[in-house]
């Protein structure tokens, strides 16, 4: 394999930015342009804009993020097993299976916890949390 | 086959890796940055299981135990992230001075 | 495919401890008591089976299966029995704020023994994708008990330092076991020692690379300088109770996992990895002894008495595989009395905070003469004063330098053996020989940690009195 097996991918790679420089800079000379103020609200048909509009997400995106991620990737270990599904025979399948449970057992204790309950309110009311005062020394 | 390109690559990535880790001072882009650094070993791996025919394919198994691990590592890093934000209001690894010497 | 299944009995037993732990747990809630039950007979079952292993399998019997991936043999076995029972005296020292965590108190228990089940197959990993699974699994469960109250600042600094730092040194590990397996054509750690034995590589670069690269990674774990950064800030950070196991467990995890790589993989190599050994080692040794000297902090300053600490180990692994039985006397009575002394710190300073100033300590022995009497026989046996085990670990691990034409070091060594003796004096004059500040009154201590610290107080003067079994024992506690 040299640098040459590449071309293809160097040849699509400048047709395609060169369409899109074409097509943009095109549409930038010859379209007409005469901007009022109102064209320049971020809502044209005229409603005000109440607040900045890049928000910070919520901090239970991370949480879903984080188990999405987390249980998502751990399925690449069946594209391997499925490669040598024949060879493996039972061996696999109890491999594979031992593997499962545990990723179920997780996804239980998780949903249990209530970590997946998307209104935190609820959550805290249904699992009061039992914290027992530590005795410590005054700092 | 000629393997260079793909070190080249790897190293490349690492590097670049590195540097963010170095440089950047948001913590989840540090993260990122780690995130990097690990590609670069995958694309490592397998590019010499390839080169060198191994027979066992160790690169490639390899390259799926760092991919599940690397998705771990970036949960609990997120999730720590995510505390120091809460209880600061700021990812800035810079700020993270309450304890020297 | 051959399957033997006391190899991963230790991890399926306490895999199915924290399970059951777990699911019992989260469905009916019954409590601390129960978390106390589970974790007892998953420690005590994987105990019961690494014993096994080692009455099997210890000296010339070792054996590795599931296609080469776990070893049986003295050298994991050995690090089993340490690995459990640490784990079984962390939380015991950790219980009462393991208590103050409310239901999340479940979790800590389940960290720490899947932190212990990472660290064992670390030790007996025959392949390094299963050291390396190893390695993370017992990293990722410390980043989360580095910061697991959550409300306190520096303890989620120290989580997040410890993870950042972590994640870059495992990074930098596995392009240093790429760039071995690019060289050697293998991941299995008998396949890369064969190999290199077998073969004079003509243009060794990538290998000399790769060696470095998993040095790194592996200094970083242990905490060895100049790789030390962020060992005072994460034992300071963290909480009390935590911060025991958390020092514990990473010298005897990253030191299996350093000398298989080390003295067994790259076996053949030895010449070219000692003399980078040796200079981490008075490194860590100078350097630590020197700012343990200046801090006011007793975490911090155990922080950095272990960065001496791990140097003082690193010595034994100049010699190679001949090191490894004094190494593991070193790792194993050190990693007791860490966890004692850490101990100690979170009684009298708060098992959920993270500071420790020495001004606690003042005139403790008139407030509570038990504690200071077990801190200052822990601070004697750091210090290598003989009659305990830390003079026998001391002197074993010179003897290992001395037999490898380590002189030079030896001597570095003594002499900051030396000097360390001022900054472990001073906590003891701290606590005799000054009177309290205000009378703070007796500090109660709790169950867990009492047993704690008798334990490690009779091994440490015991093994200190009568070294010989364990010695003898140790020379099968050897690697494949």
Known sequence: MSLSAYLPIAIMALLASGFAAISLGLSRLIAPHNPTPEKLDPYECGIVPLQEPVQRFPVKFYLVAMLFVIFDVEIVFLFAWAVRFTQLGWYGIGAVGIFTLLLIETLVYVWKRGALDWNVARRSRRRPAVVEPLTEKAA | MIINQFLVLAALLFSIGIYGVLVRRNAVLVLLSIELMLTAVNINLVAFGSYIQDTLRSGQVFALFVITVAAAEVGIGLAIVVLVFRNRASANVDELDLMRW | MNMNLLAVAPEVIVVVAVVALLMIDVQWRPGPVWWAIAAAMGIAGATAAVALQWVDYRGADAASFFSDMIAIDGFGAFAGMVIFPLAGLGLMAAWPLIRSQGGRGAEFVVLVLIAATGAHLMAAAANLIMLFVGLEVFSISLYVLAGFTRERVDADEAALKYFLLGAVASAIFLYGI????????????????????????????????????????????????????????????????????????????????????????????????????????????????????????????????????????????????????????????????????????????????????????????????????????????????????????????????????????????????????????RVIVLMYMQAADEESGHIPVPGGARVVLVAVGVLTVLIGVVPWPLLTWLRDALPL
């Open chain 3, 178 to 425: 790429a760039l071995v397996y690019a060289s050697t054509g293998t991941t299995s750690i008998g396949g890369i020692a064969t190999y290199l034995r077998s073969t004079i590589l003509l243009r060794p670069g990538v290998l000399m690379a790769g060696m470095a690269m998993l040095l790194v990674g592996l200094a970083f774990k242990v905490s060895a300088a100049p790789f030390h950064m962020w060992a005072p800030d994460v034992y300071q950070g963290a909480p009390g109770g935590v911060t025991g196991f958390l020092a514990a467990g990473a010298k005897v995890a990253g030191f299996a996992a350093m000398a298989r790589v080390l003295a067994v993989a790259l076996g053949g190599r030895i010449d070219d990895w000692a003399p980078a050994v040796a200079v981490l080692a008075a490194v860590s040794i100078v350097l630590g002894t020197l700012l343990a000297l200046v801090q006011s902090d007793l975490k911090r300053m155990l922080a950095y008495s272990s960065v001496a600490h791990a140097g003082f180990i690193l010595t034994a692994l100049v010699a190679g595989a001949n090191g490894i039985p004094d190494m593991w006397f070193y790792v194993a009575t050190y990693a007791v009395q860490v966890l004692a002394a850490f101990t100690v710190a979170s009684v009298v300073s708060g098992a959920t905070q993270g500071r420790a100033p020495l001004s606690d300590y003042t005139g403790l022995a008139s407030r509570s003469p038990w504690l200071a009497g077990m801190l200052g026989l822990l601070m004697l046996a750091m210090a290598g004063i003989p009659l305990t085990a830390g003079f026998v670990g001391k002197a074993a691990v010179f003897r290992s330098a001395i037999d490898a034409d380590y002189l030079w070091l030896v001597i570095v060594g003594v002499v900051s053996a030396v000097a360390g003796l001022f900054f472990y004096l």
